[in-house]
C-alpha cells in the first residue's frame, strides 16, 4: 500500500516555541493531505485539510494563525506549531489519499507525540 | 457536519466470543465507512470498510454491516482473540474520494484470555 512518513515521532518543546511536524508521501503524489489531533484516551479530531498550492482549510475552533500548514510540493505538508503551550500537547497525526476510484482509504502517517514543557 | 457516534465506550469479552460495536452517523449524504484499529501511540490501522450500496462485508472474522436508513453501522468481531484488544473507531465519510475522516468516540476492547 500507500506511504506517508511524518516526523518526528516524538517531540518535547518548552512552552513558547514552535514545532514543525513533516507530512510526507513517499511512493504517490497528495494534493489533498489531512491533519489530526488526538488527545489521550480521546478520538481522532480534524483539524485541518492541507491543499497542495493553496491555504489550508480549518475546522471550526482551530486557529489558523497558530497552527500553520503548508503543502508547498505534492509530497509534502508540514504543520507547525506557533507559541506552543502544555494544553497542545497531543497526539498529532496526517493523513493522504493515494486516491483512485476503487478506493478511499487513507493512510496515515506515524503520528507525532507533542510534549509542551 | 457529519457527527458519528459509537458504542459503547469499553468492552470486554472472553476469548473466543464475540464482539459488537456499533455507530450511528448523522448525514445520509456519508458514502464510505471505514474502520480502524489503534494501539496506543500508533497510527490507526484500517481493518474493514464498507461502501454505502453495500450491506454487509466480511473478512475472516471480522465483518461490518450497514443500514443505510437507520444511519448506522456495526463491526462484529468472531472468535475474538488477545492480540484483538485495542481501542477501535469507526469513521464516515461524506464523499468517496475525498477522506475526510469523521471519527467516532472510540471503544476500547479487552479480551480476557
Known amino acids: 500500500g500507500a506511504v506517508v512518513s511524518q516526523h518526528p515521532s516524538r517531540v518535547i518543546c518548552k512552552s513558547g516555541t514552535s514545532v514543525k511536524i513533516e507530512c510526507r508521501s513517499l511512493?504517490?503524489?497528495?494534493?489533498?493531505m489531512f491533519w489530526y489531533r488526538q488527545f489521550p484516551k480521546q478520538s481522532l479530531m480534524l483539524m485541518a485539510t492541507?491543499?497542495?498550492?493553496?491555504?489550508?482549510?480549518?475546522e471550526q475552533g482551530v486557529e489558523k494563525d497558530k497552527f500553520l500548514i503548508n503543502h508547498a510540493s505534492l509530497t509534502l505538508s508540514t504543520l507547525t506549531v506557533t507559541s506552543a503551550h502544555p494544553e497542545d500537547s497531543s497526539f498529532y497525526i496526517c493523513?493522504?489519499?493515494?486516491?483512485?476510484?476503487?478506493?478511499?482509504?487513507?493512510?496515515f502517517g506515524q503520528g507525532t507525540r507533542l510534549t509542551v514543557v | 457536519g457529519e457527527n458519528v457516534e459509537q458504542h459503547p465506550s469499553t468492552l470486554s469479552v472472553q476469548e473466543g466470543d464475540s464482539a459488537v460495536i456499533k455507530c450511528t452517523y448523522s448525514d445520509s449524504a456519508s458514502n464510505y465507512f471505514p474502520w480502524y484499529k489503534q494501539e496506543l501511540g500508533k497510527r490507526p490501522q484500517l481493518i474493514i470498510d464498507?461502501?454505502?450500496?453495500?450491506g454487509e462485508k466480511k473478512d475472516q472474522r471480522i465483518a461490518v454491516t450497514l443500514n443505510k436508513t437507520a444511519k448506522h453501522f456495526s463491526l462484529h468481531i468472531t472468535e475474538t482473540q488477545p492480540e484483538d484488544s485495542a481501542v477501535y473507531f469507526c469513521a464516515a465519510v461524506l464523499d468517496f474520494g475525498n477522506e475526510k475522516l469523521t471519527f467516532g468516540t472510540g471503544t476500547r476492547l479487552t479480551i480476557i484470555p
Open positions: 493523513s493522504a489519499p493515494p486516491g483512485g476510484a476503487l478506493s478511499a482509504e487513507a493512510f
Open positions: 492541507s491543499n497542495e498550492g493553496s491555504k489550508a482549510t480549518y
Open positions: 511512493d504517490f503524489q497528495a494534493t489533498t
Open positions: 464498507i461502501r454505502s450500496n453495500v
